[in-house]
């Protein structure tokens, strides 16, 4: 079977709410940070937001399925990404602000979701 085929089948069996979440929502929100790359710490942003997101499409093809593993990649750049954007206070009435807050609750929230993933990925569970 074709390897994209498997994929999107893959994806299309996981909770609805999880597709609505990741195509809608935490892809977009991450991808987002390229518009930003020409502000102070942008290109930083842009790296820790977008670098767990390219490790997961190696994941995908090798492993031809989405699973907890794809949490893994997420935890050290976007739990440092997090943590950057605390300590970057980030300005509301910017759009560089603004958009650094949306990102910054998105990911904590993918992270909380990630964590509980890898906790259960460490103790056997890969699917």
């Given at each position: 079977?074709?390897?994209t085929l498997t994929i999107?089948?893959?994806f299309r069996s996981i909770p609805l709410w999880v597709q609505i979440w990741v195509s809608f929502w935490l892809v977009p929100v991450n991808l987002?940070?390229?518009a930003f790359v020409a502000e102070d710490w942008g290109t930083t942003v842009a790296f820790l937001a977008i670098?767990?997101?390219a490790l997961n499409v190696i994941i995908l093809f090798v492993e031809q399925r989405f699973s907890r593993?794809?949490?893994l990649p997420h935890l050290p750049f976007w739990t440092g990404l997090v943590i950057l954007i605390v300590i970057l206070r980030p300005n509301s009435?910017?759009?560089?602000g603004i958009y650094l807050i949306v990102l910054?609750?998105?990911n904590t929230v993918s992270l909380v979701l990630d964590y509980i993933d890898a906790y259960r990925w460490l103790k056997g569970d890969r699917g």
């Open positions: 079977m074709d390897i999107w089948k893959s987002s940070s390229l670098i767990a997101m593993t794809m949490a009435t910017t759009p560089f910054g609750v998105t």
